[in-house]
């Protein structure tokens, strides 16, 4: 058997009469840029994050510099986040100028580890992002009650974590301002490259919408210095035929997550955990083994694909490298950074591909 990492096509092709019908309604509208399909998605992504606005754009990356410059992010200012993530968290605090300051990982969550925060906030601190790893809430209470303790402004990185929620309450509407990224394979996913800023201030909502349109809310009439990076007409009208089935494809996630935690309980790899002030939804199933790079060249030998989310730190990239975060104590990050391993993970994964992937996990013996 050969199983994939990730098979858009099998969701695609479920969904293939209804997209196709969508596309061709903005082929025939012309109206490519902006326009309704934009309006429709955002109001609709709008309602189901529980905000009150939402903001279509170029990328997840797009959506976390414009949320550092709606905040007002300026070079010297220190912003706090963690180092096992994507990149991008980390780049556009570098765009702006401003520092970054990394803090550790709960070693249960693999997310940030609220415990460390206030020890490294000073004057110059003004944003925390918390990021929602792998489609898991981080402990959302803590990074508030710090935030508001120094008066310090919150932007949520939940570019892997649509529909998750934190005691009951969908995750993007906690913070000050909110990111999701809708690269194909999210749990939300369009054709290609875009993403979304969420937030319940109309002031931060303005701003992002002339930030990403060259800086005009009118045509012609340009306030401040914006960017082209808009979500275009054919990406969202795809994302509204989609986000109706966010939350039925979240459920089978779990389902496929829990049938690999019943059926690796046993084994001596370490699984990720649940917490029950949160729904997880499973953007990835990443486990860890001591003997990471052995086992996963087993896996591939026998044809089951497999990811590392992320094998090298933020902070010991090569970009970062010379940057005055290499001081900074991030044990447990480094640490998993050689023992992380992610499965398998989409909606349609099948229940036959699961019990293969975790029968030869058990017949790994080195």
């Not at 309602?47 to 070079?75: R, W």
Request: hydrophobic share 35%.
């Amino acid at each position: 058997m050969k199983v994939p990492f990730v098979v858009l096509k099998r969701q695609h092709s479920f969904l293939k009469e209804k997209i196709e019908d969508k596309i061709r309604k903005v082929l025939e509208s012309s109206e490519f840029i902006l326009g309704e399909e934009v309006d429709i998605f955002e109001k609709k992504f709008a309602e189901y994050c529980q905000t009150k606005h939402c903001v279509g754009v170029g990328s997840g990356t797009s959506a976390l510099y414009f949320s550092l410059l709606a905040c007002d992010i300026n070079p010297g200012d220190e912003i706090i986040t963690t180092s096992n993530t994507f990149i991008a968290t980390v780049m556009p605090i570098s765009w702006i100028g401003a520092k970054v300051r990394f803090v550790d990982i709960n070693p249960e969550t693999y997310t940030l580890d609220c415990s460390k925060l206030e020890k490294i906030i000073n004057s110059k601190t003004k944003v925390i992002i918390p990021v929602h790893l792998y489609g898991r809430p981080v402990d959302m209470d803590s990074v508030l009650n710090i935030a508001k303790k120094y008066g310090l402004k919150v932007i949520e990185d939940a570019c892997q974590a649509h529909g998750a929620e934190y005691k009951g309450k969908k995750i993007g509407s906690f913070g000050d301002i909110a990111c999701f990224s809708f690269y194909p394979s999210k749990n939300l996913g369009c054709f290609g490259d875009g993403g979304a800023v969420l937030t319940n201030d109309k002031g931060l909502d303005s701003k992002v919408r002339m930030l990403r349109n060259y800086g005009q809310l009118e045509k012609n009439k340009h306030i401040t210095l914006g960017l082209n990076s808009r979500l275009d007409s054919l990406q969202a009208g795809i994302l509204n035929v989609k986000l109706k089935y966010l939350d039925f494809w979240n459920d089978k996630r779990r389902k496929n997550a829990e049938l690999y935690t019943k059926l690796l309980n046993d084994s001596n790899i370490t699984l990720p955990s649940e917490s029950s002030d949160s729904k997880h939804v499973y953007h990835l199933y990443v486990i860890r083994s001591k003997k990471r790079d052995k086992l996963q060249n087993w896996l591939s030998k026998q044809r089951i694909a497999t990811g590392i989310h992320y094998p090298v730190p933020v902070h010991l990239q090569e970009v970062y490298k010379q940057s005055n975060c290499k001081n900074v104590n991030l044990g447990i990050t480094e640490k998993f950074s050689t023992e992380i391993l992610s499965l398998p993970m989409f909606p349609e994964l099948t229940e036959k591909e699961i019990r293969y992937v975790c029968k030869k996990i058990k017949e790994f013996k080195d």
